[in-house]
């Protein structure tokens, strides 16, 4: 096992993973940018070391500071977290040679699954359902018309080097379809460096259903059910359930078998996400994320397994802890991302909490790096806390969630904390009636 672990992030995650070292009895090194001088994890690891200026790019980023972050604090392994540098196949390569373990997928397999070609590619040799579309990459305007011709419009144009939504377009008729193609190479190529794109067929409304799985890279690799993330405003999480609603349980086990086995077959190690849109009863692979996610507690929550602590275990070389038959499925669990962003607009709200008191009680799990008096610098991304809530049932965690979301303050700053009083009284939530669509055009049809 690790003596010492790097926590190669900041906020809420580098308390998560802080957490989970010190119950193995590793020490920890944070990492700090100069705005992060008073942040709870640096408070909290065993020792410190600033890399940098604000701008992530300088320093959460920022490679070079970072190895000589491990180089002075004799660190021997590095956990990334989420964002940042996680899927940097780069980065990875760079510590092994080091001899410093990241404690996530080799960088062949960050490599092969951050290239949404061959992650597709290698989704179909591992007998995962992928939505219909392209052989590989589109190249030219005869190709983009004959493709879209055969897979049947409406068509979907993607970036090959992108995901999380950037560079897709649409068409929905073969008028259409030359400009889609050139408008999504010219992003492509602005927003990447890179003008590859493939094509899909366009899936109208589907639910965005993501399997967790965990590998230990010596063939042996769990499922751990799904998630159901369709909640989301432009392409950012707000709301996480787990198991994905409506989804009969026999066929998530059916999926989740699916992904396990070909995790198995990779040799995969470490956490990882498997990426779904579900429709009329049938899962289409689109991604494959090769790290820890932000609603990772959810799944914790109803099968109890420290994802985590999987996590550091296998990257020490050991076998994965739990074999499949072992992982139960109990209940339901919802997350939703307390962001500080006005809750009409999502305009970033930066400042000081004046008054903070998380809710608490009988299933309710905050995770956070705020506290009363801090002060949100502008530079990072907003989310301040993550409210998870545990039921029986899902409705007896809907129920719950309205009294935890009742009972949580922070004043000083705006969150999104409002708009789950207004999406917990809606009956479409209620009755688990929505798509990927469905939080867009509830904000719209809704504005105060
Ligand atoms: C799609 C799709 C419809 N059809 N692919 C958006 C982000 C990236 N992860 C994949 N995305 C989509 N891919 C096909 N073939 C619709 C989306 C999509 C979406 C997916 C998940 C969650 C929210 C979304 C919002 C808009 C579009």
């Known amino acids: 096992m690790f003596q010492k672990v790097l926590i190669a992030n900041r906020g809420e995650i580098a308390l998560r993973i802080l957490r989970a070292c010190k119950e193995l009895g590793i020490s920890t090194v944070a990492i700090h940018s100069t705005a992060d001088s008073n942040a709870m994890h640096v408070r909290l690891a065993d020792e410190s070391v600033c890399i940098g200026p604000p701008p992530a790019k300088d320093s959460y980023l920022n490679i070079p500071s970072i190895m000589a972050a491990c180089e002075i604090t004799g ?38 699954m951050g290239d949404k070609i061959t992650a597709k590619k290698t989704a179909v040799e591992l007998g995962i359902p992928v939505v219909p579309g392209s052989a590989g990459e589109v190249k030219t305007e005869a190709d983009a018309k004959s493709t879209a011709a055969e897979i049947g419009y409406p068509v979907l144009i993607k970036a090959t080097a992108g995901g999380g939504g950037r560079g897709m377009k649409v068409a929905h008729t073969e008028a259409d379809v030359l400009t889609a193609w050139s408008t999504a190479r010219a992003e492509a190529k602005a927003a990447f460096g890179n003008e590859s794109v493939y094509m899909e067929k366009y899936l109208g409304q589907p639910r965005h259903i993501e399997v967790q799985v965990l590998g230990d890279g010596q063939g042996n690799a769990v499922h751990l059910g799904t998630r159901d993330c369709s909640l989301q405003r432009r392409h950012q999480k707000v709301w996480e359930e787990a198991p994905a609603p409506t989804v009969p349980f026999a066929e998530q086990m059916e999926i989740g078998e699916i992904c396990a086995a070909a995790m198995r077959k990779l040799k995969y190690s470490g956490a990882g996400t498997i990426e779904f849109l579900y429709e009329n009863g049938k899962f289409y692979f689109i ?35 739990l074999t499949q038959d072992k992982i139960q499925f109990n209940g339901h669990a919802i997350e939703v ?67 935890a979301v009742d009972e949580f303050v922070v004043d000083g700053i705006k969150t999104t904390l409002p708009l789950f009083q207004r999406l917990i009284q809606n009956k479409d939530i209620a009755a688990a009636n929505y798509d990927i669509h469905w939080l867009e055009k509830f904000l719209k049809d809704n504005k105060a």
Do not use: W
């Open 75 to 112: 660190a021997d392994a590095v956990h990334p977290g989420y964002g940042f540098l996680s899927e940097n196949a780069r980065f990875a390569r760079i510590l092994s040679e080091h001899k410093i373990t990241f404690i996530g997928p080799s960088s062949h397999h960050i490599e092969i």
């Open 287 to 321: 991604e494959m994320n090769t790290r820890l996610q932000v609603e990772h507690p959810v799944t914790e929550r109803i099968t109890g397994v420290d994802i985590v602590y999987e996590q550091i275990r296998v990257a020490s070389g050991e076998k994965l802890s």
């Open 337 to 403: 991302r307390i962001n500080a962003e006005d809750p009409q607009t999502f305009a970033p709200s930066p400042g000081k909490i004046q008054f903070y008191h998380p809710a608490g009680g009988v299933g309710v799990r905050v995770d956070s790096a705020v506290y009363q008096g801090y002060t949100i610098p502008p530079y990072y991304d907003s989310l301040i806390g993550k409210l998870i809530v545990y039921g029986r049932t899902r409705d007896e965690c809907l129920q719950r969630l309205r009294r």
